[in-house]
């Protein structure tokens, strides 16, 4: 009996044994993933960290880079060409960290990417550009564990240009007379808008004139002549009548007269349009040669000439208006005003205005100060003119003696020359003492008193000619003449008080100069504004 008790002790005892284990690991299973849990419950919480700060760094990259731009475009002197581009930086706080890289898209834009330098789309603008209007950021924020996030922001920028917008679109701007004669030819320059004029006086085109470039607009406000053999590539438009009474004129884009009619005879013709408008009594075509496109008027067609096709009597040109009419562009007349420029004054303790400007086979002043420049410089004379009353000396800042196979006027740096009035007469050859390219700009008869005046301020003749390695500006408030073979100039030219050009007259739209120049009345307070922000990923 007792061993049959202590076999069934034993057997009591084993029994417990095992539910021990069984209870054993039970426990350890439940306390394996209880770690395991609060493993992953601090990996989760580790990540959810992580992200978080990618999440606030791409955050802060995007505010970064609205600081920087809001900056920008409120400065004085802005230069869009020089919005920022990418960035980049680290956070830190105690106990964590994390960093942002951010790139940015302006459009219009040439390419896809931002490389430290904005160079915009082509457009009717400075240069051949336009300002931003819009731009894209994307900024990845990251931290030491988790993944990154990638913000967007799209954003629209209120830009503003430190220009007129005239500048950009007119290779000779005149509030007064245009007169084209002889060979004179203005092109299109490398990279720039077509040619434009604008003449709120006559404009007159005679014989060897080539004007203008495909796209290129000659706007008038009074009543224009074509004769001879001008040609314009591009559009004429016209407040008063258009006549191209013989010889063989030819425009190869459209005309539109306000208020005048067009009168056509001879070997003229036109490859595009022929527009008519105001009232009837006045817009009339009357034609006895070539209109290539539609002849259209609100008045009578007449003539024997042939019409790509003709509508008379059009009433819905009846109320058709023409542009209005642009003043004038204003540039600042203090020349301390000119940010980085070095004011040279003439006359003073060296040289009176007739030694500076002198003609003298041992040189001149000015020959010699500008070789020397090596910063910006304004050659500031308002008081010299072209005839000093002391000795009634004329300045002949050419010198016969070096002409353009001698010494020519060397450039060192940017330079503005400053007088009341010059001329330059013989042989003259301007250009940079190196490759490197500087701007030129001449200034006759600028102050703040000055009004528009038909006296002519500035003149060139006898074969001026200014090397490519310059960018040439001749703003004027009274009138602009070059004459006799004026072999090349990269530039153009504003001159209120009128303009001519005859006789091998060469310019090549170039408005680089002007564009580094302050004006009144320009500007204005930039806006950047957020349109629209999310995650693309992360």
């Known amino acids: 009996m007792f061993a049959r008790l202590s076999r069934a002790r034993r057997d009591e005892s084993g029994q417990a044994l095992v539910l021990v284990l069984v209870i054993s690991f039970l426990l350890l299973g439940f306390l394996t993933v209880a770690i395991s849990s609060s493993r992953s419950s601090i990996n989760l919480s580790s990540q959810y960290a992580s992200s978080t700060q990618a999440s606030a760094a791409a955050q802060a990259g995007i505010n970064a880079e609205l600081q920087v731009l809001r900056n920008d475009v409120a400065a004085a002197g802005f230069n869009y060409q020089t919005l920022p581009c990418n960035l980049s930086a680290s956070l830190s706080v105690p106990g964590a960290s994390s960093k942002y890289a951010v790139e940015?898209?302006?459009?219009?834009?040439?390419?896809?990417?931002?490389?430290?330098?904005?160079?915009?789309?082509?457009?009717?603008?400075?240069?051949?550009?336009?300002?931003?209007?819009?731009?894209?950021?994307?900024?990845?924020?990251?931290?030491?564990?988790?993944?990154?996030?990638?913000?967007?922001?799209?954003?629209?920028?209120?830009?503003?240009?430190?220009?007129?917008?005239?500048?950009?679109?007119?290779?000779?701007?005149?509030?007064?007379?245009?007169?084209?004669?002889?060979?004179?030819?203005?092109?299109?320059?490398?990279?720039?808008?077509?040619?434009?004029?604008?003449?709120?006086?006559?404009?007159?085109?005679?014989?060897?004139?080539?004007?203008?470039?495909?796209?290129?607009?000659?706007?008038?406000?009074?009543?224009?002549?074509?004769?001879?053999?001008?040609a314009i590539t591009g559009t004429l438009i016209s407040t008063g009548a258009v006549s191209m009474p013989g010889g063989s004129p030819h425009v190869t884009g459209n005309v539109y007269s306000y208020f005048g009619g067009v009168t056509m005879a001879g070997g003229s013709s036109v490859t595009g349009n022929v527009t008519a408008a105001g009232l009837a009594s006045s817009g009339n075509i009357t034609s006895s040669t070539t209109i290539g496109g539609a002849a259209d008027a609100s008045g009578t067609i007449s003539g024997s000439g042939s019409f790509g096709s003709k509508t008379a009597n059009d009433s819905s040109l009846v109320s058709v208006q023409p542009p209005a009419t642009v003043s004038f562009p204003a540039i600042e007349s203090d020349p301390s005003q000119y940010t980085g420029y070095t004011v040279y004054n003439v006359p003073n303790s060296t040289y009176t205005c007739a030694q500076f400007f002198a003609s003298t086979s041992q040189g001149d002043g000015f020959r010699t100060v500008i070789a020397a420049i090596s910063t910006p410089t304004i050659v500031y004379a308002p008081t010299c003119q072209s005839t000093d009353s002391s000795n009634a000396q004329t300045y002949d800042t050419a010198m016969t003696a070096y002409d353009s196979h001698g010494t020519p006027f060397l450039i060192n740096n940017n330079l503005i020359l400053w007088v009341s009035s010059i001329a330059f007469t013989n042989t003259n050859t301007f250009r940079s003492t190196t490759s490197t390219a500087h701007d030129f700009s001449i200034f006759g008869n600028v102050s703040p008193t000055s009004t528009c005046s038909p006296t002519v301020d500035v003149s060139f003749a006898n074969q001026t000619d200014f090397n490519s390695t310059l960018h040439v500006f001749v703003y004027s408030y009274g009138a602009v003449s070059y004459t006799n073979d004026l072999q090349a100039m990269d530039g153009q030219v504003f001159a209120c008080g009128g303009f001519s050009g005859t006789n091998s007259f060469t310019l090549s739209f170039d408005p680089t100069a002007a564009a580094q120049l302050p004006w009144t009345g320009v500007g204005g307070q930039g806006a950047v504004a957020v349109t629209g922000k999310f995650v693309l990923r992360g």
């Open 104 to 230: 940015i898209d302006y459009a219009p834009t040439s390419s896809t990417t931002c490389g430290g330098t904005v160079t915009a789309s082509a457009g009717a603008l400075l240069g051949g550009t336009v300002p931003p209007t819009s731009a894209t950021v994307i900024s990845t924020g990251s931290a030491p564990h988790g993944s990154a996030t990638v913000m967007q922001a799209n954003l629209s920028l209120n830009v503003p240009v430190p220009y007129p917008s005239e500048l950009g679109q007119y290779a000779i701007f005149t509030s007064s007379t245009t007169s084209f004669s002889g060979a004179p030819v203005l092109q299109q320059g490398s990279g720039y808008p077509p040619p434009s004029v604008y003449s709120q006086g006559t404009f007159t085109c005679g014989t060897g004139v080539s004007t203008g470039s495909g796209g290129a607009q000659i706007i008038t406000y009074t009543p224009v002549t074509l004769s001879g053999n001008c």
